[in-house]
Nanobody, 122 residues
């Protein structure tokens, strides 16, 4: 099971760190992805951390977001800097074993955490 946390209200330009905690299994065995869904929009890929340490980001967050894994805590974290109002969304973490080339596709994710709301005010 996955549990996402760390959302909140922040002003534009601020930072937040989201955490995805796994129970019942090691995050090192999976690729963990972060997705987000803004109100009225479809859910979209944000970032992924592969079991081998690979990382991938969607273009709008490159250079601002950093995904990392904490093996000791069995978490995958998403450090979000220079936040913009358009980053406002419910953020979800999920796990997959799909090949790396498919990690942006949510249909391949087999386990999802509950969402955590990030609100960026202008």
């Amino acid at each position: 099971q996955l549990q996402a946390s760390g959302g909140g209200l922040v002003q534009a330009g601020g930072s937040l760190t989201l955490s995805c905690a796994a129970s019942g299994g090691s995050v090192r065995r999976y690729t963990i992805g972060w997705f987000r869904q803004a109100q009225g929009k479809e859910r979209e890929f944000v970032a992924a951390f592969g079991w081998s340490g690979n990382t991938k980001y969607t273009d709008p967050v490159k250079g601002r977001f950093t995904i990392s894994r904490d093996n000791a805590k069995n978490t995958v974290n998403l450090q979000m800097n220079s936040l913009k109002p358009e980053d406002t969304a419910v953020y979800y973490c999920a796990a997959t074993t799909v090949v790396w080339g498919r990690v942006t596709e949510e249909n391949y994710y087999i386990s999802w955490g509950q969402g955590t709301l990030v609100t960026v005010s202008s």
